[in-house]
């Protein structure tokens, strides 16, 4: 167990459906981050926040967005889904200039049918 | 912008040597990092560079050469469970965030 933690691990759901991806972060880090890994690819970066707030963006989709709340736990929200946003999202979680970086999640595995 | 580059796939036999290199091009750096990935698992913590060097650790090795922008990760005494995808990436100063690589897929043969 990472101590970070990822729900639910596997979403199947239907075109055009609105999802939410929920991670709690490790005991005493205050940075979560929000990853998309499509078959075969590479992790990409979504976003960042840092102790409730918003620090870093990456390849977000407009359809997507998060937030961090007050005990730290961050939702990831995904709407309009479509065909291609099936991926695994994983959730990380640091404190920064760590040097081990981030401590991973299972990830959750979302499947758009 | 960021640019991390590393082979796609490498192939090895059990018990032998390989080395995985990476390449990076970025526009602030404060440390390169390896992650070993399963498939279908979370990335693992392998090594962290920050310094130009070697880093060992057990049957890891990984290097750093800051002013070529290039790293390798070497994996001795190949295990077959040793067959993953190996990532690198690069922290970025000032956020904190990782940008990874595309991941270059082992195989181990025995």
């Known amino acids: 167990d990472s101590g970070v933690t990822q729900t639910p691990k596997h979403l199947i759901t239907a075109t055009g459906q609105r999802v939410t991806l929920r991670c709690s972060p490790r005991s005493g880090d205050l940075s979560v981050y929000w990853y998309q890994q499509s078959l075969d690819q590479g992790l990409q970066f979504l976003i960042q926040y840092y102790n409730g707030e918003e620090r870093a963006k990456g390849n977000i989709l407009e359809r997507f967005s998060a937030q961090q709340f007050p005990d730290l736990h961050s939702e990831l929200n995904l709407s309009s889904l479509e065909l291609g946003d099936s991926a695994l999202y994983f959730c990380?979680?640091?404190?920064?200039?760590?040097?081990?970086?981030?401590?991973f999640g299972s990830g959750t595995r979302l499947t758009v049918v | 912008g960021q640019n991390i580059d590393q082979p796609t796939e490498m192939t090895a036999t059990e018990g032998a040597i390989v080395q995985i290199n990476c390449t990076y091009q970025?526009?602030?750096?404060?440390?390169l990092f390896w992650y070993q990935q399963h498939a279908g698992e979370a990335p693992t913590f392998l090594s962290y560079n920050v310094l130009d060097g070697l880093e060992e650790k057990g049957r890891f090795s990984s290097f750093l050469s800051r002013s070529k922008g290039y790293s390798y990760l070497l994996l001795k005494e190949l295990q077959m469970k040793d067959s993953a995808s190996y990532l690198c990436?690069?922290?970025?100063?000032?956020?904190?965030?990782?940008?990874f690589g595309t991941g270059t897929r082992l195989q181990v043969f025995p």
């Open positions: 990380a979680s640091s404190v920064d200039g760590r040097p081990y970086g981030y401590t």
């Open positions: 990436a690069v922290r970025d100063h000032g956020t904190d965030k990782l940008i």
């Open positions: 970025t526009s602030g750096f404060n440390g």
